[in-house]
């Protein structure tokens, strides 16, 4: 029996941080053995809002495989491959568009979401109205069926269902499946000033910092602001650190939620555990990366590769996309 295709991917905007491991990678890590596995460097997703100052697509498309890599992405299992190397993309987002209502794209809650958000640059721009739509193009191109994502995802996962019904209906055929959404469980990580993790607050830990670094911000992080000292009762419920124990320290969160309650552990001291947690969780990443660092040759190679084996894939279902919109051999 064939496998089911899985395909995700990741725009390569900058360091990938510790909850793009907890979240994403590790589910997409998983899904290696079971599925044939497609991951994608979406750059020119990543070209909708970076458009102004592309300078750092390179740099960020080799950080981002080397990340992977690291974490334990398998070149050998999945195909893994950069969205520019095939060109299908582009032309499948192109014959989609001819049938998309703008309406469809207008109402996605994260167009407006993020027009609101990133006030600083200009996004009425045709590309970043069509984000869905070339999401959905990379999706439907290898006919996936199953899409690892984060909730914030899921609009977009919608679209592409009805992206697939409508051409489906349209040209006759069942030739799109409905892809479903593989939910990532682990829930979002905080910065460590308890806000949302974001590079502009300057409050991440990142997949590639050394492990003195990850001490030094592990210090900083807040913990109950009720809490004055040591010994008072503290309340894990408002601690950032305490969310960290959560997903980085499951063995013993129980026993570190009471000695916090009783006022039996210092923030000090806890934070130096979790500290410790987190660096032995991220060390065998960091050698990894350290060995992949300076190996930019072998990353191209496995790009190359990839682009070979999806554009293979891609080149078959594109082929019966244009016979379907008529546009095949004369
Ligand atoms: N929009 C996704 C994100 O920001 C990235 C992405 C682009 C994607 N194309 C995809 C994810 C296809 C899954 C499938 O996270």
Known sequence: MEKKTVFSGMRPTGRLQLGNLTGALDSWI?????????????DWHALTTA???PTQLKENTYDMVI???????????????????????????????MFTP???LERVPTYKDQLQQLKGKDLHTYGFLGYPLLMAADILLYRAEAVPVGED????????????????YLYRQQFFPEPEAILNKVKILPGID????????????????????????VRKMVTDPGRIRKN???NPDVCTAFVFHGVFNTEEVANVEQVCRRGEIGCVQCKKQLAERIVSFLEPIYER????????????AILTDGAKRASALAAENMAKVRELMNLGQL
Request: net charge positive; with cysteine; hydrophobic share 30%.
């Open 153 to 168: 995802q899921i609009p977009h996962l919608e679209i592409t269902r009805e992206i697939a019904r409508r051409f489906n």
């Open 67 to 97: 990340n992977w890599l690291a974490a334990g992405l398998d070149p050998e299992k999945s195909i893994i491959f950069r969205q520019s190397d095939v060109k299908e993309h582009a032309e499948l987002h192109l014959l989609l568009s």
């Open 30 to 42: 998983k899904l290696q053995d079971k599925y044939r596995c497609l991951f994608c460097v979406v």
């Open 102 to 104: 703008l309406s469809w």
């Open 289 to 300: 990366r350290q060995a992949l660092e300076n190996k930019k040759d072998y990353i191209r």
């Open 232 to 234: 008072d009762p503290g």
């Open 194 to 217: 308890g806000r949302k993790m974001s590079k502009s607050y300057g409050n991440t830990i990142d997949m590639s910092d050394h492990p003195d670094e990850i001490r030094k911000k």
């Open 51 to 53: 458009y102004e100052d």
